[in-house]
């Protein structure tokens, strides 16, 4: 028997984001329901409110809310809706008016109705709820009088004033997925929709539309320094109104602090001028950051379609004001930020007339243009990249030149072209840390294939002869030495190895993460709960201090090697295949997701993607994890981290198998080689479920069960990794009994509670003990466990039907059927129907006879041998037809059929 292990409750949050969401909906008013709700009191109780709030803040939905209130409370409600430049729209209103009176839009009202308004808002006998736009430029006619008019609703007259803020996260996520639905929009393209739309509940709708259009969002799309991106006409024609009667100082002030990102406010004001700055911060157009108030940063949507509708060149733009100004500065020694390094290289790229050289030495020319390279290359930029890091090294080679020319190399997919750059262009070696990253990208990009002993062996030689990097060679030796045994035969040795280095006094900080990164998951198989704890928390001490220090400029900038941000997504992995809190998993992904599209990481929005649909998968939403996998590849693209591209393909493959997609499953699996599936345990383990589920969905239930129990006996020495493919197994149709006996054969480990609660539902439904079901199905959706849960209580159900305890029966399904609702495509197995559902053959005969009447003669011929058990090469053989066109008419077949699996042809060829 197992040691029980921990609870879900165990707090490892990503403690230097887990208030991110908060402050987002801080930022948009989190109490925005309780300032509906207090205006709504107010006009149910006879008097009279304002609500107040930008464009597409939902002005009018409150309204609403408040109109059905009071017809709930059998009070009449009149709308009026105000348009521009029209006079005497209050004069019918004027008269008492028992009911509730709405006028919408109250900022049109000219200067005789305004007047009106307020008369009618301070009257006793009158309800009167009024809505205005705080954001918009007036142009009704008298617009000052009109103005002071309304200001003296709330100032002079004490109506009450309900201002709102945008919609708080959760709400926007609910927006969202109203427009797209629950699986289309990834968890990063969500975020980058968050964070442009800043709460504005019409934006959110907009953006999410233009979104469905473009396909998967990169860092590119939001670089301003490419110019203007594509927006949608909605998008631009809602923005517009904030961007009237901009001056052309005031035009190009937004538009550069939209390139140069977060800026201090004195550099901003000394860049684009304190007058025009002011200005933008008065409209709203430039903030302060909330994490570091000294600095502001411009509103990029806004920035955008500036750029969107600017008609000719901005005169200011023309003279180059804040490039050539950039340049003076460095060339006096000012240290420029990356993305004012990119700024005024762009520049020096497109005007040939400047030589750089009149003002700069050619060792700063190299430098700026080297900075400007990583600025492009962190931001998917590497065709810009490649230009800026050449012109770089054509004044004088650097260590940054030569690393980013080989990174942007990588990215274009020029493995071998960045390994020669690295290895024939020579450049000074002074700085440790500096050369130590150096270093480290060298050696990795060896590793995307494989190193040769003699590109290692030269590597070795060449920096050895540096004098800085000693230390971190021997560290990387050991390293790789500790993980290659992990991955072969020697596995507990290199464990072993790891904790040496993990535990190491003599170890640098990165690469105690990175051994703290390669164990969590041998923990976890070995069933070693509470070394995972300790790791775990020793992790999370040492990258907390450098997220929180990278708080406004994102984890890329101070993670330059990656490894924190893979220590938390392996942490992410772990966690969501153990049951480690997986709603507080699911929100700490969903920050993680907003400080990489901020910081525009395209490394990190890659594993973000990755993390959530492993997520998705594990909890059987499977069109979700198909879709956030699907964009993780994409987003990697090319990668000398070929780790985490396998585990990608891996968990897409078996997504792909749950929706019925066998051929797109099966090419993606081929993509992986034998020897890399097999590499590591837990690749080894998903490998082979995709085996099973293959079966499964092809009709053959018992060669997948027996595919699970070998799963298990491959697995046999790791509790966790043995009784989960059981449990499957028993779902299967194996006799829960034999299970158990197999249980009995495997180590005595510290367990989960998710292993721990699979295993008591086998040794439940052995006894038939149909209360300890219903239980452990009620703590498995506890842990989020969908699936499970459902089969707990459907096994328990059965045991009651089977004892002829009806209701019993009848309440175990229903809370099945409740947990169902988060698994869509999850459906119910009942082996004792109800009489009820037999009366409804006939009306299911009809529906099928319909479906079958969709196919083609072929189809039909196809998928009746099917129906009968025969394999896809059996009917092959039968039909003398060749394997790969049987596998396209069943495909084609089931797809008319409602998408169904094969096990239930038969229920429908057959009847």
């Known amino acids: 028997m197992g040691v029980s292990g921990l609870s879900q409750t165990s707090d490892h949050r990503y403690v230097a984001y887990k208030s991110e969401l908060l402050t987002f909906a801080e930022s948009f008013d989190e109490n925005r329901e ?18 107040a709030a930008a ?82 430029s007036y142009t009704a006619a008298r617009t000052e009088e009109s103005l002071r008019e309304l200001t003296n609703l709330w100032t002079e007259r004490g109506i009450p004033r309900v201002d709102l803020g945008g919609v708080g996260y959760d709400e926007a996520v609910r927006i969202v997925e109203t427009i797209a639905g629950p699986n289309r929009i990834d968890i990063v393209t969500r975020a980058r929709i968050m964070l442009l739309a800043e709460g504005n509940p019409r934006l959110l709708e907009e953006l999410t539309r233009e979104e469905l ?42 538009v550069t602090l939209a390139r140069l990102g977060l800026t201090p406010f004195a550099r901003a004001a000394s860049l684009v001028g304190s007058t025009a700055l002011r200005s933008l911060l008065r ?53 420029l930020s990356g993305a004012e390094c990119a700024f005024a290289a762009e520049y020096l790229l497109n005007d040939p007339s400047h030589d750089p050289l009149d003002d700069m030495s050619s060792s700063q020319v190299a430098v700026l243009l080297a900075r400007a390279a990583r600025h492009a290359n962190d931001n998917g930029m590497p065709g810009s990249a490649r230009m800026l890091a050449h012109r770089s090294l054509s004044y004088e080679p650097t260590l940054t030149g030569v690393e980013q020319l080989s990174r942007c190399l990588v990215k274009l997919g020029k493995f071998q072209e960045a390994i020669d750059v690295l290895e024939r262009v020579h450049v000074p070696h002074t700085d440790p840390k500096e050369d130590a990253l150096y270093i480290a990208w060298w050696i990795q990009l060896l590793g995307q294939h494989g190193p040769s002993s003699e590109r290692l062996d030269r590597l070795q030689e060449e920096a050895r002869s540096w004098g800085t990097v000693d230390s971190a060679l021997d560290e990387w030796a050991s390293f790789a030495r500790a993980r290659s045994r992990m991955m072969l035969s020697c596995y507990a040795d290199g464990v072993e190895e790891m904790e040496g280095i993990a535990e190491s006094g003599a170890s640098s900080s990165p690469f105690v993460l990175r051994a703290i990164t390669e164990l969590m998951p041998c923990y976890v198989y070995r069933g070693e709960t509470s ?135 099966l090419l993606m699996e081929r993509e992986i080689s034998a020897i890399t599936r097999e590499s590591t345990p837990w690749l080894a383990h998903y ?15 018992a060669g997948s069960a027996a595919a699970c129990r070998a799963i298990a006996d491959a697995g046999s020495d790791s509790r966790f990794f043995a009784v989960r493919p059981l449990h499957v197994a028993a779902a299967l149709g194996d006799d829960p009994e034999e299970l158990v006996l197999a249980i009995e054969q495997l180590p005595s480990q510290q367990m989960w509670d998710s292993t721990r609660l699979l295993e008591s539902h086998l040794r439940a439904s052995a006894d038939g003990d149909a209360d300890e079901l219903e239980r452990i199905g009620a703590e498995l959706a506890a842990l989020e466990f969908w699936w499970e849960a459902v ?83 059996e009917i092959a053989s039968h039909l003398y037809l060749s394997v790969r066109t049987v596998e396209s008419h069943v495909l084609q077949a089931r797809s008319k059929l409602g998408a169904i699996p094969r096990s239930e042809l038969r229920s429908i060829v057959r009847g």
């Open 34 to 51: 309780a300032e509906i709700a207090r205006a709504s009191a107010i006009v149910l109780s006879g008097g009279s409110v304002i609500i």
């Open 55 to 136: 464009a597409g803040m939902g002005k009018s939905r409150a309204a609403r809310a408040c109109a059905t209130a009071a017809r709930a409370r059998g009070r009449t409600v009149e709308t009026v809706t105000c348009v521009r430049l029209r006079d005497e729209q209050l004069i019918a209103q004027m008269d008492a008016h028992p009911g509730l009176l709405i006028v919408e839009d109250a900022h049109l009202l000219g200067l005789d109705d305004t007047v009106r308004l307020a008369d009618l808002a301070s009257a006793q006998d009158h309800s009167v709820l009024i809505t205005l736009d705080t954001g918009v």
């Open 213 to 254: 259009q473009r396909g998967t969002y990169s860092a590119r799309q939001q670089n301003m320094l490419l110019g203007p991106s594509y927006m949608s006409p909605r998008v631009v024609d809602f923005v517009r109104p904030l961007l009237r009667r901009l001056s052309a100082e005031e035009e190009y002030a937004l």
């Open 283 to 335: 409209r709203g157009l430039v903030r302060y950051d909330q994490r570091t108030p000294d600095c502001v940063f411009s509103r990029s949507l806004y920035a955008r379609a500036a750029l969107a509708i600017q008609i000719g060149e901005n005169p200011l733009e023309a003279r180059h004001v804040v490039e050539l100004a950039l340049l003076h500065d460095a060339s006096i020694g000012v240290e």
């Open 531 to 665: 070394k995972f704890e300790r790791v775990l928390r020793t992790g999370w001490a040492m990258v907390a201090p450098a997220l929180s220090a990278s708080a406004s400029s994102g984890v890329k900038r101070s993670d330059r090697s990656g490894v924190i941000t893979e220590f938390v997504m392996q942490a992410s992995l772990v966690r969501g295949a153990v049951g480690h809190d997986r709603a507080g998993l699911a929100r700490e992904l969903e920050s993680f997701a907003l400080r990489t599209v901020e910081s525009a990481d395209e490394y990190g929005m890659a594993l973000v993607n990755l993390a959530a649909g492993h997520l998705a998968l594990e909890k059987g939403q499977a069109e979700r994890a198909e879709n956030e996998l699907q964009r993780a590849l994409e987003r990697v693209g090319y990668s000398t981290q070929m780790k985490w591209t396998t585990w990608m393909q891996i968990l897409r493959s078996n997504a792909l198998a749950v929706l019925h997609r066998y051929d797109d499953a």
């Open 687 to 701: 490998s082979s479920h995709l085996s099973a589920r293959m079966k499964a969905y092809d009709g053959d239930l």
């Open 791 to 873: 089969f707990s209580f459907t096994t328990a159900a059965t045991i009651h039907g089977d004892s002829a305890n009806e209701s019993r029966r009848n309440a175990a399904l229903a809370q099945a059927e409740a947990i169902r609702r988060h698994v869509p495509s999850l459906q119910l197995v009942d082996d004792n129907a109800s009489p009820e559902h037999d009366a409804m053959g006939g009306e299911a005969d009809e529906l099928a006879a319909r479906r079958l009447a969709k196919l083609t003669p072929r189809e039909l011929e196809v998928v009746t041998l099917a129906a009968d058990g025969l394999t896809n090469a």
